[in-house]
């Protein structure tokens, strides 16, 4: 697995530190073991994690712009675990309605020392931080139209909503509401990946 995952670190251009990709690897083998138990991921094969939830998390990374970072509707911790690992002076507060998760993604941060994330068990609507977030981050809501309406209250004032999408759907983007705009689109490549991903970057 290790081998495997340096492999595709390398194809996709990107230089990550081995105690990093420690602990990658760390998140994978936790998330394969709890979820027999807790059916946290419809991804079975460890093999497959690594290409569809860490590299397909970590690609987004070199599209972060501040400091700090929200995944909204995290489930077992994507894409905020893989990102928080690999960029280790941002902070990313984790955010999911279900207890199940979030105690995962606890004993994540605890197992393998990761201290720049946050977990949050809590609505998104309900949620209310201190300050708000330099980018608000999700690949789980189904329209954009959705993130934005609920997750409205979270950005700082220059702050970005960033979606991860497969196929960019025109209809969505035409969707969105008159003080919303898509500010760009970025292609994605995830080695070992079949299909289009894309990082669509919104500003109100």
Known sequence: MKQRL????EQAGMEIPAHQQDQLIGYVEMLHKWNKAYNLTSVR????????????SIVVSQHLEGSTFIDVGTGPGLPGIPLAIVNPDKSFTLLDSLGKRIRFIRQVIHELKI???TPVQSRVEDFQPEAGFDGVLSRAFASMNDMISWCHHLPAADG??????????QAEIDALPADCSVTDIKPLTVPGL???RHLVILAK
């Open 160 to 169: 970005h909503f960033l979606a991860l999408k497969g196929q960019v759907d």
């Open 45 to 56: 094969d460890p093999q497959e994690m690594i290409i569809k939830h860490i590299m397909d």
């Open 115 to 117: 201290d720049n994330v």
């Open 6 to 9: 340096a492999q595709l670190i």
């Open 194 to 196: 079949e299909g289009q």
